[in-house]
C-alpha cells in the first residue's frame, strides 16, 4: 500500500498499477516454484524440521523436538499421504490438556482421551462395548412453571419408588445390550445422571464417563464406531463401538480414562498435552495447532523453500530483473512491487536486534551473487545457508502472503470514492 501511494502521488493511473502487480505476483509465484524443494508426505525427517522452523518462536521451543514429531505423526494418521490434498485438522484431531507433568510428557494417543473418570464403577475393561447416550439416566422432570404437591408421606415414598423403578429400567435395558463403557452427552436441561443411575451402573460393572461435549460426539463416533443414542428405546446392540481397552490412568494430580486399539477406527487420532499449569496447556495446545497446520499446508502444495527472508530477498532481486523487460510504466510499477518485498528481511533483523541496513544490504548482496538459499540467521546474526541449517517453510504460505496483499491492493485501487454512512 506504501509503494502503491507513492506510485499515485506520481501520477500513474490506478488501473496501470493493478495491471502490473497482478503480472508481477505472476511473475512472482514462477520464481518461488523454481527456487521450491519438494516434499514427499513419506519424509518424516524433513516433515519434522518444517514443523520445528514454526515451534522455534514459541514460548514452548524448548520442547519443539517433542512437540514437532508428534505433530507431523497425528498429521499424517489422519490422512492417506498418496491421494490426500487437505487435512481437516478440526475434526480429525483432538487435543485434551491435563494439568501435571511438563511438556515433555504431551503423548500422542492412537483412541481417545477424557478428562473425566468414572466415579465408583470399573477402572479398567478390556474387549469394551461402547455405547455413547444422549438422553438422561435421572428422573424425568416436569414441564415449566408446574409443579407436583405432595401431602403425605405414603405419597413420597411411592414418587421414590417409581422413580428407582424407572432409572432400573433403563439401566437394565443398557446391560442387556452387551453395553460395558457408557459415554454420557451431557445435559443443560437436568442432570444427565444421578447418583441412583451411576449406584446401579456400578453393580452392573459398567464403565460411566459422564459430561461428554456435545462438539465431540462425531469424533467418538468416527474414533470407536458407535452411534449416539438419543432414546432408551433405540438402545440396541448394533449401536455400540468397540475398544480393546478403556482405562483410567493416573496423571499427576489427576487422572484421565484412555480408550486405545479401536479395531474400526476412523481417520481420527488424540494428542494428550501436558503442563505443570492451565497458561502452559494453553500456550502448548495453540503451538501445536500453528504445526498441524503448516504440515496441512505441505498437503495442499508439496513443496518447501527457506525462511529467513530468502524467498523475499530472491524475489525483489528476480523481479527488478523482470521489471527491465517490461516497457513504459508497467516497469516503474513491478518495480516498486519489487522493493516493498525487501521490508520483510528489514522487519526480520530488526525484530532479531540486528542492525537491518547491514543484514538486508549483504542479503542482497549474496543473493547477487546466486545464493538463493542465503537467508538471517537470528541465532548467529549473520546471513548463512539456511537449508543448512534445516530453517524451511511451507511454499503455500508465502505464495498466499504475496497474492493475498496483492488482490487487498488491486481491489483498493478500483474504489473510486467512498459514501459517508447517514
Do not use: W
Not at 145 to 163: F, G, K, P
Not at 237 to 250: K, N, P, T
Not at 340 to 360: C, H, K, M, W
Amino acid at each position: 500500500l506504501d509503494s502503491t501511494r507513492n506510485l499515485l502521488a506520481k501520477g500513474i493511473h490506478p488501473t496501470m498499477i493493478a495491471e502490473s502487480f497482478l503480472r508481477a505476483t505472476t511473475e512472482a509465484e514462477k520464481i518461488l516454484e523454481s527456487i521450491a524443494i519438494p516434499v514427499d508426505l513419506t519424509d518424516r525427517e524433513t516433515l519434522v524440521h518444517a514443523a520445528t522452523t514454526c515451534l522455534s518462536s514459541k514460548v514452548v521451543s524448548s520442547d519443539s523436538q517433542i512437540l514437532a514429531p508428534i505433530a507431523v505423526d497425528a498429521t499424517l494418521k489422519v490422512i492417506d499421504p498418496d491421494t490426500a490434498h487437505n487435512v481437516d485438522i478440526n475434526e480429525n484431531i483432538r487435543v485434551v490438556q491435563q494439568v501435571g507433568g511438563t511438556v515433555e510428557d504431551t503423548e500422542l494417543v492412537n483412541g481417545l482421551v477424557f478428562p473425566k473418570v468414572s466415579s465408583n464403577g470399573p477402572t479398567n475393561i478390556t474387549n469394551a462395548k461402547i455405547g455413547l447416550i444422549q438422553f438422561c439416566l435421572s428422573a424425568p422432570k416436569t414441564d415449566l412453571e408446574n409443579n407436583v404437591v405432595i401431602s403425605e408421606y405414603a405419597q413420597m415414598d411411592r414418587i421414590l419408588r417409581e422413580e428407582r423403578k424407572y432409572i432400573l429400567k433403563m439401566c437394565k435395558k443398557i446391560k442387556e445390550t452387551g453395553c460395558n463403557v457408557l459415554l454420557v452427552q451431557k445435559s443443560i436441561l437436568r442432570d444427565a445422571t444421578n447418583d441412583l443411575s451411576l449406584h446401579f451402573l456400578a453393580k452392573m460393572k459398567i464403565m460411566v464417563i459422564t459430561d461428554v461435549e456435545r462438539q465431540d460426539i462425531e469424533f467418538i463416533s468416527k474414533t470407536v464406531g458407535c452411534k449416539p443414542v438419543a432414546h432408551i428405546d433405540s438402545f440396541t446392540e448394533d449401536r455400540l463401538g468397540s475398544a480393546g481397552l478403556v482405562e483410567q490412568v493416573s496423571m499427576g494430580a489427576g487422572r484421565v480414562t484412555k480408550v486405545t486399539g479401536c479395531p474400526n477406527q476412523g481417520q481420527t487420532v488424540t494428542v494428550l498435552v501436558r503442563g505443570s499449569n492451565k497458561l502452559v496447556l494453553g500456550e502448548a495446545e495453540r503451538s501445536l495447532h500453528d504445526a498441524f497446520c503448516v504440515i496441512r499446508c505441505l498437503v495442499k502444495k508439496r513443496f518447501l523453500i527457506v525462511g529467513g527472508g530468502a524467498p523475499e530477498a530472491e524475489l525483489a532481486l528476480r523481479l527488478e530483473q523482470y521489471a527491465k523487460t517490461l516497457p513504459g510504466e508497467a516497469q516503474f510499477c513491478v518495480k516498486a512491487f519489487a522493493q516493498a518485498l525487501e521490508v520483510v528481511p528489514y522487519t526480520l533483523s530488526e525484530n532479531a536486534g540486528l542492525n537491518a541496513i547491514e543484514i538486508v544490504t549483504e542479503l542482497r548482496r549474496q543473493h547477487k551473487l546466486g545464493n538463493a538459499q542465503s537467508g538471517i540467521n537470528v541465532r548467529s546474526g549473520k546471513i548463512s545457508d539456511l537449508k543448512d541449517e534445516n530453517v524451511f517453510q511451507p511454499l503455500l504460505v508465502t505464495l498466499s502472503a504475496i497474492t493475498l496483499a496483492s488482490e487487498t491492493v488491486r481491489m483498493l485501487l478500483k474504489i473510486d470514492d467512498m459514501c459517508a454512512s447517514i
